[in-house]
């Protein structure tokens, strides 16, 4: 039987890396044709190194990480090269001793929360199921270690959020309890797909911090998948730029960030809000495409016509678990209020959980507020019944965090697209097939995407394919929680350029709800800012980015990634 590296085996000898990856090729099988993805890829990590691939979606991040740890879907395979780990040739490993290797020598943060979690099983036993599988502890002490796992994840209440399931957490939640799990076991490398994507920025600072901590403490090197420059800026010690399956530039974080050699590594700096800030909307008359020419002027919005959408007052009670002090309740949402004007755009920042999501929610009728109200264009949406609610809401529409979770998977691209002009009879077949390949052009996606699955679609192409399908009905608002988060920075730039162009142009007005106070800075004409349910403060973006007045909200600025890199060196562009 082949050797397996063990947990508790020496470090590597000196000058012997951790990990080497050498010749690394991997296709996919695609209308059973084969499609390399991976080109030759070779690099090292050392014990207790940070390395950060970087790369736009479908450059074959999440591949490389994937084939790493065996963990390729079914229409993929490793053609050739050799992933060696701990003196141990990973290639060799049997499905059994594989089991042993994952989770205890190497951890994964995957990508996806929602697809991650077993929805039908407790949060807290998930998280001790690596400590109990491998062995490691017995099942009732692991159960309390899982609580204090949670706690350094940066869950509130650990104790009792371990006994809820995966659907009574937010996003962000979810994503730290992936990385409790990945972290349980203290593994000698773990391998960080996307792993703060979906979290606030101080969370993301304390995630991070936490598994910077377990680096120095433990010698554990991290591989670092993201499409956050600011952050692989803050945290790498190297960074590899990946485009198209292959390496393009590799080197310490300060050489290749602060001079890049490749002309897509400039792209990607120049189009990293953190690093090379710049201002989409300077008004909302107005915006300046990527090749910098004006789109057209639209009248800004105005208070005279009265507010597109009003909240007031209001107020969501969620009922918790019984324990045995007797029936608890989070007040999710406590008294707030506020308004989106025509044509611009409202950014609701806070950490996870502070109620941002639930607000949206409330204002789109997706549920219920405990009390409070909400109008739209006068009417009041909270009174709406049957058709006429139905109607309503196609003057609105939603683009989700997850674009794993927000499209069918027995659909192709077109027929996501399509459904909501089906669903309101909008137009022929022919028509509609028109309309559609408009929406992908329009969020760059090639036209023969249309006909395939979400499954051979990136985590970025899935949430392109939601925006478009969002903007199917030419809605007047649209809610954009987190749409971007799942983006690598070029193609973020792209539609964050896409959406405020066709706000110019149709006068749409959006909610946009981020974690990513560096995009809410060029994206939104005023801030609200939330925190434990309540609205701390709000108002031009200028006055509360630059201007802010309440310890939580320059905690929050802090706290953005790629500040500590713009402290210490200029970077290009």
Do not use: C
Not at 104 to 128: E, F, H, M, N, Y
Not at 254 to 271: K, S
Not at 343 to 371: F, H
């Amino acid at each position: 039987m082949t050797a397996t590296p063990a947990q508790d085996s020496p470090p590597t000898g000196a000058g012997e890396p951790l990990l080497k990856v050498e010749g690394l090729r991997v296709s996919y099988l695609v209308d059973g044709t084969p499609r390399e993805a991976v080109h030759g890829v070779s690099f090292e990590i050392n014990a207790g190194e940070v390395v950060a691939i970087v790369g736009e979606s479908g450059s074959g991040k999440t591949t490389t990480a994937h084939a790493i740890i065996n963990l390729l879907p079914g229409n993929a395979r490793p053609d050739s090269g050799s992933v060696v780990f701990a003196g141990a040739d990973l290639s060799r490993l049997t499905r059994k001793e594989w089991q042993g290797v994952r989770g205890r020598d190497i951890g994964l943060i995957p990508q996806d929360p929602t697809a991650s979690l077993d929805p039908l099983q407790k949060v807290g036993p998930q998280v001790a199921e690596a400590l109990t599988i491998h062995r490691l502890q017995p099942k009732k002490e692991a159960r309390r270690d899982a609580v204090r796992l949670l706690a350094e994840s940066g869950i509130r209440d650990a104790e009792s959020r371990a006994r809820q399931y995966p659907h009574q957490f937010s996003g962000g939640m979810r994503q730290r309890v992936l990385i409790a799990s990945a972290l349980a076991a203290r593994p000698r490398l773990v391998i960080a797909d996307e792993p703060t994507s979906a979290l606030d920025v101080t969370v993301q600072r304390q995630i991070l911090d936490n598994i910077a901590a377990l680096t120095a403490e433990r010698g554990t090197a991290v591989l670092l998948i993201t499409h956050d420059l600011g952050v692989a800026a803050d945290r790498a010690d190297r960074i590899i730029v990946m485009r198209r399956g292959e390496i393009v530039e590799a080197g310490s974080a300060a050489q290749v960030l602060g001079n890049p050699r490749h002309a897509y590594t400039r792209q990607l700096i120049a189009a990293a809000p953190g690093l090379s800030p710049q201002r989409l909307r300077p008004t909302v008359a107005g915006v300046t495409r990527p090749d910098g020419t004006a789109a057209a002027a639209a009248p800004g919005p105005t208070g005279s016509e009265g507010p597109l959408v009003q909240a007031r007052n209001l107020r969501k009670v969620f009922h918790l678990p019984r324990t045995a002090k007797g029936p608890r309740t989070l007040t999710a949402v406590n008294d707030v209020s506020l308004e989106i004007l025509r044509g611009e755009t409202l950014a609701l920042v806070g950490e996870s959980g502070s109620g941002k999501s639930t607000v949206a929610r409330l204002l789109l009728r997706l549920d219920k507020p405990t009390s409070g109200s909400v109008t739209f264009d006068g009417e009041d949406l909270t009174a709406a019944r049957g058709e006429r609610l139905r109607q309503l809401r196609r003057r609105f529409q939603v683009v989700f965090q997850s674009p794993y979770a927000s499209l069918d998977p027995r659909f192709t691209v077109a027929d996501s697209v399509a459904e909501p002009l089906r669903a309101f009879g909008e137009g022929t077949p022919s028509d509609r097939r028109a309309r559609v390949a408009g929406l992908l052009d329009a969020v760059h996606l090639p036209a023969d995407y249309g006909r395939r699955q979400p499954a051979e679609l990136s985590g970025g192409q899935r949430q392109r394919v939601a925006i478009a399908r969002a903007l199917a009905l030419r809605p007047e608002l649209v809610v954009l929680d987190e749409a971007v988060s799942a983006l690598d920075v070029s193609v973020q730039a792209q539609i964050l350029a896409l959406l405020a162009e066709l706000q110019v142009q149709d006068r749409l007005s959006y909610l946009f709800i981020s974690h990513d106070l560096a995009v809410v800075q060029q994206i939104s004409d005023r801030v609200a800012v939330m925190r434990g349910g309540e609205l701390l403060e709000a108002g031009t973006t200028e006055s509360v980015l630059e201007r802010p007045e309440h310890g939580y909200t320059r905690e929050l600025i802090s706290a953005v990634p790629g500040r500590r890199t713009l402290a210490v060196q200029d970077l290009p562009g």
